[in-house]
């Protein structure tokens, strides 16, 4: 039966569709396992296209996570585009896993991860492609659904299609929720007993067993009530040892070129910059960085078993990994005989970071991105960003000296407590570094100087200080569009880019929402909506109609301000980092006050060690100890 499945796929569909390649399997390094000799088989899910999620590093650590353990069997899946998703529906065929080609819904589980709000039309897309029914209640004998990443810090909006999410790090929760799985088939437990034992795992958390009621005249949150005995509170899972975690040393290779076609090293995870509007900043913390030594190996052994030519020190602020100059050092002079150049994809807004790139001697000098995120100094205190203006032109100064010709400044409209006069201080910084790069470009140099303005809305994020504040509402952020738009006009030199309005605006209404967005988010999938994050798929209209028809208005949960008194509809999950931590910097904010990284300074009080139980780890710290 799965022979002649496979056999219909590569006759009647892999033919007819565009970029076959992503479809068909087969690339090095996949691990392929009998699947007869598995005791619990899953699919990991990317719910974007194959070349956007085959470069995403937690797949590839989760992917390799699983098959580790010999009897356990994990393969991969990924939204199809609208050419192969019709094809499949037309002749009455299920979406189907890259490696054996069977049908998702012969797996025990389907792990979708969590990146960005506007996948989540693609997920319900996905489960109904597989023939599975879409609400977790109509679900009985169907795969489990379970879901991780950074959206299941807010996972209220899918509550009710997901039968269990992963909080935190997945290498550490993961295996166990398998083993879970294996445990309920060999024990014969219906669905229920299974998730209420998987509730018991700390870092899953099982919407069934939360009851969640509202006050009707405001339609805030009252209460939200743990039963059968589950935690209140389900608090993230931490890896504290990152020398010795699971790491892939043998990627799989696409088929295809994909957005980050390269090798990826994870130097460190978390950041304690206290960024204000910043997700990642908080519910990634504590910092805990590997050793150069153990990367190094790493690195060669991704380069022995990929032949990548480029590698990736992949981070949130790579720049800040504590050894950084004598990784990069250590790297270029254990690759230097292989054609293999080392990249730095995230830089701080300094001169290091630029004299530190520039030591990587491939560096492609096309461009390189700064982020001031705002324009003016007062308004990068209130988002904490730390980066002074004279960082900022000193930066700029040094990446042109040093013969980069394009700059991208990455801005955002729409931060609490900006002014016009905000908006004017990013056009004047940009004119700034305009002039620096004509007064410090190269001689010789053919390419002309180009400054590249892009400014998306800000969007408060759950588990932030920011999240007590509502977005700002559309009309306004429009006219401050065409306000910048009109004062770059001006001059040829500097382009801006701005963000789609109703994208960023469904987004803030997701962020931040509760459980009545999923019949919102149903409908909207009903009346055609997918692929939400790309240009050519995002159809507002039908957005519009939805919540229209469920009766919800979307300016309720993007604009709406919570608070301190207020129930969260995410308050029962935590990153580690205290509530009241949030608030006070929140106080901050409105203050202008700064809060210093804790490298810089002392123990800021957020409560993520003590509350669980884990460390910094800092390697220069450790070598001086």
């Keep these: 039966m799965q022979e002649h499945f496979a056999d219909i796929l590569s006759k009647e569909i892999f033919p007819y569709v565009s970029k076959p ?24 899910i990317f719910p974007d296209t194959y070349e956007i999620g085959m470069s995403h590093l937690g797949s590839r650590i989760l992917y390799d996570v699983i098959n580790r353990i010999p009897r356990f069997l994990m393969e991969r899946a990924y939204a199809p585009l609208d050419d192969m998703e019709q094809l499949l529906r037309k002749k009455g065929l299920p979406l189907f896993s890259i490696e054996s080609k069977r049908p998702l819904g012969d797996f025990d589980f389907l792990a979708f991860t969590l990146q960005y709000e506007l996948s989540y039309s693609n997920i319900l897309n996905i489960i109904d492609l597989a023939g599975i029914p879409v609400w977790s209640a109509e679900r009985d004998d169907s795969p489990l659904i379970l879901a991780g990443g950074p959206c299941a810090y807010n996972p209220e909006p899918l509550a009710e299609f997901v039968d269990a999410f992963l909080i935190g790090d997945g290498e550490e929760c993961f ?3 398998v083993e879970m799985i294996e445990k309920g088939k060999q024990t014969g437990w219906d669905k229920r007993t299974l ?4 509730a018991d795992i700390p870092g899953v958390y099982v919407p069934r067993f939360y009851e969640i009621t509202y006050f009707p005249e405001q339609g805030k949150i009252k209460s939200i009530t743990a039963t059968d ?16 975690c699971v790491f892939p040393e043998k990627d799989v290779l696409p088929n295809m070129q994909i957005v980050h076609d390269r090798m990826m090293l994870e130097i460190m995870r978390g950041c304690n910059r206290g960024c204000r509007f910043c997700q990642a900043g908080v519910v990634y913390r504590p910092v805990r960085e590997k050793s150069v030594e153990v990367l190094r190996k790493q690195a060669a052994l991704l380069e022995e078993n990929c032949g990548y030519d480029e590698i990736g020190l992949v981070s949130l602020s790579s720049a800040d990994y504590s050894c950084i100059e004598k990784l990069v050092t250590g790297l270029m002079d254990d690759f230097q005989n292989q054609n293999v150049s080392v990249s730095l994809p995230s830089l701080r807004a300094d001169a290091f970071s630029i004299d530190l790139a520039k030591k990587v001697h491939q560096v492609r000098k096309g461009g390189i991105t700064l982020a001031p995120e705002a324009g003016s100094q007062r308004l990068r205190d209130i988002i904490n960003k730390n980066v002074t203006e004279e960082d900022v032109l000193s930066a700029a100064k040094a ?7 394009q700059i991208k400044l990455y801005f955002m409209i729409g931060l609490p407590g900006e002014t016009y006069e905000d908006l004017d201080a990013m056009v004047d910084l940009a004119h700034k570094i305009l002039e620096i790069g004509r007064k410090y470009k190269v001689p010789g140099l053919k390419k002309p ?21 509502g977005q700002e509402d559309k009309e306004s952020i429009g006219q401050k569009q065409e306000y910048l738009r009109e004062a770059f006009r001006k001059n040829s030199k500097i382009k801006f880019n701005t963000h789609n309005l109703n994208t960023s605006f469904l987004e803030a209404s997701f962020a931040r929402g509760d459980r009545r967005l999923g019949k919102v988010l149903y409908r909207a999938w ?5 692929f939400d994050g790309w240009t050519e798929f995002f159809r507002y209209d039908l957005w519009e109609s939805a919540f229209t028809l469920c009766g919800i208005s979307p300016t309720y949960y993007a604009n709406m301000n919570y608070n301190d008194t207020d129930i969260l509809p995410y308050d029962h999950i935590s990153c580690g980092v205290s509530k009241k931590w949030l608030w006070q910097e929140l106080q901050k904010a409105k203050q202008g006050i700064t809060t210093l990284d804790c490298r810089q300074g002392p123990c800021n009080g957020c409560g993520i060690c003590p509350t669980l139980q884990v460390d ?4 220069k710290r450790k070598e001086n100890d």
């Excluded at 005995?229 to 010795?244: A, I, T």
């Excluded at 990446?399 to 010709?405: L, Q, V």
């Excluded at 100087?449 to 504040?469: C, E, G, H, Y």
């Design 175 to 177: 295996p166990e929720v």
């Design 21 to 44: 390649a992503q479809y068909i399997g087969g690339e090095y390094n996949t691990c392929k396992k009998d699947w007869q000799d598995c005791t619990v088989k899953g699919v990991f």
């Design 399 to 405: 990446a042109f000296s040093e013969g980069w010709t």
């Design 616 to 619: 910094q780890v800092y390697v």
């Design 229 to 244: 005995g589950v935690p209140s509170v389900v608090y993230k899972r931490v890896v504290q040892d990152m020398e010795h």
């Design 526 to 530: 009903q009346l055609g909506c997918k």
């Design 449 to 469: 100087i180009q400054i590249t303005v892009s400014a998306s809305s800000f969007v408060p994020k759950a588990q932030t200080p920011f999240q007590w504040l």
């Design 195 to 198: 998730l209420r034992h998987m």
